[in-house]
Every structure is written in structure tokens, then in C-alpha cells.
């Protein structure tokens, strides 16, 4: 795959030889524009964050179906429909590339490629699932009429067992060597006869999804390799800083504009803090309120913060001054504090308009001793986060269901949980960002309270 910077992308391949549904053996042989590297990535990674917040939902697999085929239309059609698989197979090894890196982000992309693959598979047509076992050259083989005969009361006892049709004469069973289907054998789901296991026609995603994780997961190691040894070096001015920022990226909107409720004014930053600041800034304002000082990090989390929600800059000034003013004095506040509110807000050095932290972002920072800003559910211990989800008015039930996705490490999941159980009201989107979770909590609460602008 040559990446190039405007040319326009081209295959050396008629679009209709590769199958709807790829292998993802070999890396395409295109020449890919810099531009389209980055968006197919990221279009993909939609899609891959879509499937893992619902897996984490415990969503069912009838729902997960819809969700993936949803999902896939909105984010990976191609303008020029000829162009969809190219984009489907470059996407995938964009995001290969990205997080082959480490050990927790290959077992993510792996974990949620195999899932993507499993629903994709399942939504194909009979004759489209045949032709990729063929591609596949899988270790099965369909069985003869006597065969199934044979063991046609056993196959029968199976599909009872499950509550699944009894099979017909006209049937289709393969014959698979039982380490090839785990899962299936794990859940007493397949009739196994000397060290065969006969998997029905429905049954054989399993058998597709062992292979494909299984030459996935080699290829995550070797892709590895190539990149620590290569890829990372050549690469440095062009390819390397996209490849290392893809897997932090945020995806939504950046709120660096307000546009839905206008300015907010100081005065009423305590009740909103009170009804619709996510956990994270709710901390770092009580913080503030009580020490009348935060640190560098929490300063930047809670101010851009405070700006993406409405306040303007004068005002911010003025807030940040007035708690500041308890500890270091109104005149240090402006020598050594003022800039930096300014700053943020692109009215000093390079006159950058900084936008908010996301979830990402702040999930992935590293709090120090006496900092207040990061995730409290991933930097808090288990009982100052029961703590604080109290004083938002959690219940008991919700903070267990709350607890157990932090111990799971979902985080953001955590966060919407929170969200429902203060707002009494679904967010299906999932929290992504501190402003998401303001906005979304304003919309909820607006008719019920009036805030002066």
C-alpha cells in the first residue's frame, strides 16, 4: 500500500474480484491519498467504537446485527459505490497499522474486528457465506446423506436442547475437527463423533470467526514487528504522528463553539455544576470552590471546559481570579494566572482556539500527588468514586452497575450510567465528551429549570 499526498487512489484490481467480505491477507496494492488514510480510518474506528459500546451494553445478538449493519452504512459507503470494498480493506489495514502497537490495543482491534467480521458474516446471503468458506479453505467437509442419517437422532437431540428447528432432510451439516470450533464445543452446542463436531449451516460463523481471529491475531505480532523495525522510523515526518494519534482519536464534535445555549454567566455555574457537570468537572469545581487552587492540569481540564459550556473569557477571568484571589492574591493571579485563561482562549502567543478535553484525552492522562483533574472512574479508588456517585444522587443498584464497568475498565460506559441514573433518561450515544454529557443534561433539564443568560 503506497501512500501518496493528492493523487487520486487507484487499484490495479477489478473492484468486483475481491469478495464483499475480504480476508484482509495481504495489504491491497493501491496507492492511497494522505487524506483518505486518515478519514477511512477513522470512518472504520466508528464503526469498531459502535460495536464495542454496545457489546458492553449487553446488547443481544439480534440487536447487535442491526446495530453493525447501521452502523456500516452510515460510515463506510463510499461516495462512488465501485469504491466500497477498496475502502473497507484500506480502513482495516490503516487501523492494523494503528494498533498493532501494544498489547492492550492489538487485543482491542482484535476483540472488535472478530465481532465486526462475526455480524457481517451473518448478515450475508447463503450463497456468499459458501463461496468465503471456500476462500478460506476451511478444515470441514460437508456430510453425505448416510452420514446424516446416522447421526440424525443425536443431531436432533442437539437442536432440542437449544430450542432450534430439528434438522430436515435436506439439511446442510459439515464435518469440522472439534478444536476448530471452541465456542460451539464449550456451549454443548455441536454432536461430536470421533473427534469431529457436525456444525449446522447457521453454526459455521464459529468456524469462520476461529480462522479469522486466529490469522488475525498473527498478523497483529508480524505487523508489529515491521512497524518497531521500519515503518515507525521512515515513516516519522508523514505516516508515524497520524498512525500514533488515530488511536486516541476523539471522534464527535470538538465544542469549540456554543452553539446550542448561548453564554452562561458566573453566577450560574454552581447550579449547573450541580445538575449537569459530568463527574470529572464536577470534581475539579468542588475542588476549586474548596481549595481555591488547582494545578496546571486541572486549570486547562476545567477551563476549556467552562468555555466550551458558554462562559466568556472576561467572565472566566473574573471566576478564575475570585478563587484564586483567596489563596495567592488578586496581583500574583494576574502576573502569573491570567495569561494562560487568556491563552486558552486564543487571545495570547499563537492565538490558538483551544477546544475541550474528550473523554479520550482525559482518560488518558496521568494524574500526579495533589492533582484533581483525569477520569474519576478510571483514577479514583473504588471508595471515594462510591462516595462521589452519592453525592450525585446515584442509587445504590445503578452505582453497583456503575462499579462493575469501571472494574471492566469502561469507562466512558461508567459515565453514561451515571448519566442515566441522575437524568432518569436513556443516552443511547454514550458519553464521549464532558460537553456532551453538559449539553445532552441541558437539554434534559432545561424545561425544568431556568438559568439566566
Same mark, same amino acid.
Given at each position: ?49 459502535? $460495536? ?139 454432536? $461430536? ?237 454514550? $458519553? ?22
Amino acid at each position: 500500500m503506497e501512500i501518496v499526498r493528492s493523487q487520486r487512489s487507484r487499484t490495479n484490481t477489478p473492484n468486483d474480484s475481491v469478495s464483499t467480505l475480504p480476508l484482509y491477507r495481504y495489504a491491497p496494492q493501491l496507492e492511497v491519498r494522505l487524506e483518505d488514510f486518515e478519514v477511512f480510518a477513522m470512518d472504520r474506528l466508528r464503526v469498531l467504537k459502535g $460495536i464495542s459500546d454496545a457489546l458492553a451494553r449487553g446488547k443481544r445478538p439480534e440487536e447487535m446485527e442491526n446495530l453493525v449493519r447501521d452502523l456500516w452504512k452510515a460510515n463506510m459507503r463510499h461516495p462512488e459505490a465501485s469504491e466500497d470494498v477498496n475502502k473497507d480493506i484500506i480502513s482495516h489495514f490503516v487501523l492494523r497499522l494503528v494498533y498493532c502497537r501494544t498489547e492492550d490495543l492489538r487485543k482491542w482491534f482484535l476483540s472488535m474486528e472478530t465481532a465486526l467480521y462475526r455480524y457481517r458474516f451473518l448478515l450475508g446471503s447463503s450463497e456468499a457465506k459458501r463461496a468465503l468458506m471456500e476462500e478460506f479453505d476451511l478444515p470441514c467437509k460437508a456430510i453425505s446423506r448416510t452420514e446424516f442419517e446416522n447421526a440424525k437422532e443425536k443431531l436432533e437431540q442437539v437442536a432440542r436442547s437449544f430450542d432450534q428447528p430439528l434438522p430436515t432432510a435436506d439439511a446442510i451439516f459439515y464435518k469440522v475437527p472439534f478444536e476448530e470450533v471452541p465456542e460451539l464445543v464449550a456451549g454443548r452446542r455441536v454432536y $461430536i463423533h470421533k473427534g469431529h463436531a457436525y456444525v449446522a449451516m447457521h453454526q459455521v460463523v464459529s468456524l469462520v470467526v476461529t480462522q479469522f481471529r486466529s490469522n488475525l491475531s498473527k498478523a497483529l505480532i508480524l505487523t508489529n514487528r515491521k512497524w518497531t523495525s521500519t515503518i515507525r522510523e521512515q515513516e516519522k515526518d508523514r505516516l508515524t504522528p497520524i498512525v500514533e494519534a488515530l488511536s486516541m482519536s476523539y471522534l464527535g464534535p470538538d465544542y469549540s463553539q456554543t452553539k446550542e445555549f448561548g453564554e452562561i454567566s458566573i453566577k450560574d455555574l454552581d447550579q449547573l455544576a450541580r445538575s449537569s457537570f459530568p463527574l470529572c468537572m464536577r470534581h475539579l469545581f468542588d475542588k476549586l470552590r474548596e481549595d481555591h487552587h488547582l494545578k496546571h492540569g486541572g486549570r486547562m481540564q476545567l477551563g476549556l471546559f467552562l468555555k466550551g459550556v458558554g462562559l466568556r473569557m472576561e467572565d472566566a477571568l473574573a471566576f478564575w481570579k475570585a478563587e484564586f484571589s483567596h489563596k495567592v492574591g488578586a496581583e500574583r493571579f494576574d502576573k502569573e494566572y491570567a495569561y494562560s485563561i487568556r491563552h486558552n482562549y486564543g487571545k495570547e502567543g499563537k492565538r490558538t482556539d483551544y477546544t475541550p478535553y474528550s473523554c479520550q484525552k482525559i482518560i488518558s492522562s496521568t494524574p500526579g500527588v495533589g492533582d484533581h483533574h483525569g477520569c474519576p472512574y478510571r483514577h479514583f479508588s473504588e471508595e471515594n468514586l462510591r462516595a462521589a456517585l452519592g453525592r450525585m444522587g446515584v442509587g445504590s443498584r445503578a452505582m453497583e452497575d456503575v462499579v462493575d464497568k469501571v472494574r471492566n475498565r469502561h469507562y466512558q460506559l461508567a459515565c453514561t450510567l451515571t448519566f442515566e441514573a441522575v437524568h432518569s433518561s436513556s443516552c443511547d450515544a454514550g $458519553i464521549n465528551h464532558p460537553n456532551q454529557y453538559f449539553s445532552d443534561s441541558h437539554k434534559i433539564l432545561q424545561p425544568k429549570v431556568e438559568i439566566v443568560i
